[in-house]
């Protein structure tokens, strides 16, 4: 008798509600209507100790308080897992609470003598198809088909974990890992914690969920289009997407495996700026290129400025006009960064960035998406709105010929060459080139739901395999954040985007900004964030 997949997705709901119902004690005090924002139920659910562990403390400081046997692992756990539970009931952000192997583990790290590793009973949360390490770790890269599909750890899990981490999360990502929104048809549609109206981003929207209402203060993303910036972004956390080929992406469970035309980088999301350099550091600190030979080997080496960093501001890509908030906070920021001493520029690299879309949407699904979409015809499940999008609405997706394939990674690399070349032009003026570029995540706050069609503000720095960072700024103000009736749309993205904006929708929602770096100069990306954010007065 064949099974359909709704009773497949079924099974899959199932089977996570059974690692919800051992939080113990169980959950009290969740209203039956949930509220618009999430942020203040904690304070209603959750005992003073919990609220106490998980919002009190940075990431480096929590690991202190670890060392230090201040908290042990197991409250600390504890804390987090009921915090997460919680997240869950208000976002449906998880795929698996590991109730019982955070547990385990977090008893045996209480047993040892001194404390070991330098992420010593910190809880730490994933994206789902990256594994885990725990019994029965199953994942379905938000396939139907792929439920029940067996999957072990991957190496930077492993790194983690030597480090003396407590994995405990698992969380939702969308349908073919491939939209800036997390809806899928096993686990169905992730909110914001902040106005569950809009998105937390995607493809790594359930991580930014859970980081967003603090059931989780690092966590680990997937970034090839914006995956891991957009939901930093939408919920108000930061997020790192690294260069290519300094963490591994070795042991993922995920589609298309082999191709290179465009790939993905894992990276951290995190509640504060410390922790993306702490995680960068342990992670490349291991030497994962004992492990995976396709890595680079290179060091993190730290950056420090001897003088004030040159940045460029984007005030916006030439293809779809930010929306008033995103324009405002790269306004407040730049004006900070002049007061602090920076050279503050404007990025004009006189380059047409709607062409890096058409080379990197076409190189994302080189034979035309018929690996994916068989995938799905598996099971049988619809395909969803923002996969009919990215596969069957862009121009430039299609099954390419070999040649074809050739072509168009020509293009990608000569489209590299000419931002490169546009780079060093910077420096033509006084010999000094820019630093970093400041520019937006996205066109706006987190988007209502169904609606995150233009990916130009992150997927363009994956083509140009540029790291990025992204940072909270503020959040959107009605008042302040007026609609521009007079701005005419350039193009039909632009129209869409402008007509999307009405600043009553986005009350509560954060905005935040991206640093983006050269190809490489990872660590001077972070070293850049740090001083922008001396400049705020952080």
Request: hydrophobic share 40%.
């Amino acid at each position: 008798m064949t099974v359909t997949w709704e009773v497949r997705a079924s099974e899959a709901k199932t089977k996570r509600e059974a690692g919800f119902a051992k939080v113990e004690p169980p959950l009290d005090g969740i209203p039956d209507q949930l509220p618009v924002n999430s942020l203040g139920l904690p304070k209603i659910v959750l005992t003073e100790k919990e609220l106490k562990i998980t919002e009190e403390y940075t990431i480096t400081q929590l690991l202190t308080a670890l060392r230090t046997r201040k908290f042990s692992v197991e409250e600390v756990t504890r804390a987090f897992l009921r915090r997460a539970a919680l997240a869950q009931a208000a976002t449906n952000c998880l795929t698996d609470l590991l109730w019982d192997d955070a547990i385990e583990r977090a008893r045996y790290l209480d047993s040892l003598p001194e404390p070991k590793g330098q992420l010593f009973g910190l809880p730490i949360s994933t994206k789902e198809h990256q594994g885990g390490i725990g019994r029965n770790i199953e994942s379905t890269a938000s396939f139907v088909a792929w439920i029940g599909k067996k999957h072990g750890s991957n190496i930077l899990c492993d790194l983690l974990w030597e480090e003396g981490c407590v994995f405990y999360a698992r969380t939702t990502q969308p349908q073919t890992i491939m939209h800036l929104e997390t809806e899928s048809n096993v686990y169905g549609r992730t909110v914001n914690p902040h106005n569950r109206n809009l998105t937390p981003g995607g493809s790594t929207g359930g991580e930014s969920a859970l980081i967003g209402m603090r059931g989780s203060i690092l966590g680990i993303g997937g970034d090839i289009g914006g995956s891991i910036r957009c939901p930093a972004a939408h919920c108000g956390i930061y997020g790192f997407k690294p260069s290519l080929k300094r963490i591994s992406v070795m042991g993922q469970m995920t589609h298309m495996v082999g191709k290179e035309a465009i790939i993905s980088t894992p990276g951290p999301m995190a509640v504060d700026r410390e922790a993306l350099e702490l995680f960068m550091k342990i992670a490349i600190g291991a030497k994962p290129w004992r492990r995976d030979a396709s890595l680079m080997v290179k060091e993190w080496t730290p950056y420090k400025f001897d003088r004030p960093p040159k940045i460029a501001v984007q005030w916006w890509d030439g293809v779809v006009r930010p929306h008033p908030p995103m324009t405002r906070a790269l306004k407040e920021v730049a004006e900070a960064c002049r007061k602090a001493g920076m050279e503050v520029v404007d990025w004009c690299p006189g380059i047409d960035h709607s062409k890096a879309w058409d080379i990197v949407s076409s190189l994302y699904f080189p034979d035309g998406g018929e690996h994916i979409l068989n995938i799905i015809k598996e099971s049988g499940e619809p395909v969803l709105p923002l996969t009919k999008f990215i596969i069957h609405e862009q121009p430039t997706v299609k099954k390419l010929t070999q040649q074809e394939l050739w072509d168009r990674c020509a293009e990608r690399d000569a489209y590299r060459q000419a931002y490169s070349d546009a780079w060093n032009k910077t420096a033509d003026a006084d010999g000094r080139e820019v630093d970093v570029i400041l520019c937006p995540p996205s066109f706006g706050a987190a988007t209502p739901h169904g609606q995150s069609r233009y990916w130009g503000y992150t997927a363009h720095w994956n083509l140009l395999d540029y790291p990025g960072a992204v940072f909270p700024v503020t959040v959107v103000d009605p008042a302040r954040d007026l609609k521009d009736a007079s701005y005419v749309p350039k193009n039909a993205d632009d129209q869409f985007v402008y007509d999307m904006y009405e600043p009553e929708k986005y009350v509560h929602a954060p905005v935040c900004l991206q640093v983006i770096g050269r190809r490489h100069f990872d660590e001077k990306v972070l070293a850049a964030l740090a001083e922008i954010e001396r400049a705020m007065g952080r």
